[in-house]
């Protein structure tokens, strides 16, 4: 699969078969949130590392876009602070963007940006540490990981108004939906879980789900202080679509692994069949990453 992944260091492109990799961009913060609509990416930047010493109420994120070449062509900024970016999404012509500092959801139509506090706590700083979307049936579900018991909350897309509420997972990360199954990354428990008693262990912090309908990729960060966790090794574990163990990925030197987007079809090169470094020519700006060790299960 090629995928592309978010961790604290870089924006990647990743053959999950072989390990080989292209550093997209690098040196803007951490980088999260993966969107695709039409004919461009859109990647989350927060311009800042968790390890920062500067004050998180000084962050300010943006989107960058990227072209179906892979190339950088423009930035999204927002007419207010975007800080602590965690997961973007597309639907139905606007973006979406979770800006957990201060449990908002940044909204963008095209010509003017909103903001929305979908449990009316403005000002009231990182209560809910709102960080994934999901949409479904005129619904938008929105993740609240609470720092602790976290809950998988329906919202209204016409009226904004909160609809349902499910208790899913410890600091949850990510929502899906399997045979008509909620699933979440439990990240402080180190699992996945569904709400109909689906349970994976992944060891870790797992965050950042993929699946191009043959495999399935889980990111997982390891666990570490604060101050060191830009500068750790993350991994990505593989699967089938039966959730076995295939092989591992380790991300040396990558830090904290934030998301994970199957390349678009028509984006890029095609598979990541070749060296890092000779399809690293292809992009300007674009550095080769080493080859990360494929660990077989």
Partial sequence: MDLLV???????????????????????????????????????ARKRLVSSTVDPALERGEILIFDRALRPCGTLQAPFPLRDLHEIAWHDGKLWATASHDDMVAIYDGQRWEQWYPLACRDQGDVHHFNSFMFEDGHVWVLAHNRGPSELLLFSLATRALV?????????????????????????????????GFVLETGGFPRGVA???????????????????????????????QWQLRHTIDLTGEGLVLDLLTLPPGFGLGALRRAGLTLARHWPGATSAPGFQVRRA
């Fill in 211 to 241: 699946s191009d309908g043959v495999q399935r990729c889980v990111g997982v960060s390891a666990l570490a202080e604060r101050a060191a966790r830009d500068f750790s090794d993350g991994q990505l574990q593989v699967y089938d679509q």
């Fill in 6 to 44: 978010t961790t604290s260091q870089s924006l990647l492109l990743l053959d999950t078969d072989t390990g080989h990799a292209v550093r997209l961009d690098s040196g803007r913060g951490l980088y999260y949130g993966l969107a695709r609509h039409g004919d461009h990416l859109y990647v989350a």
């Fill in 164 to 196: 349902r509420r499910v208790q899913l997972g410890n600091c949850g990360h990510n929502m899906w939906r399997e045979q008509g199954q909620l699933l979440t990354c439990s990240s402080a428990e180190s699992r996945l879980l569904g709400e109909h």
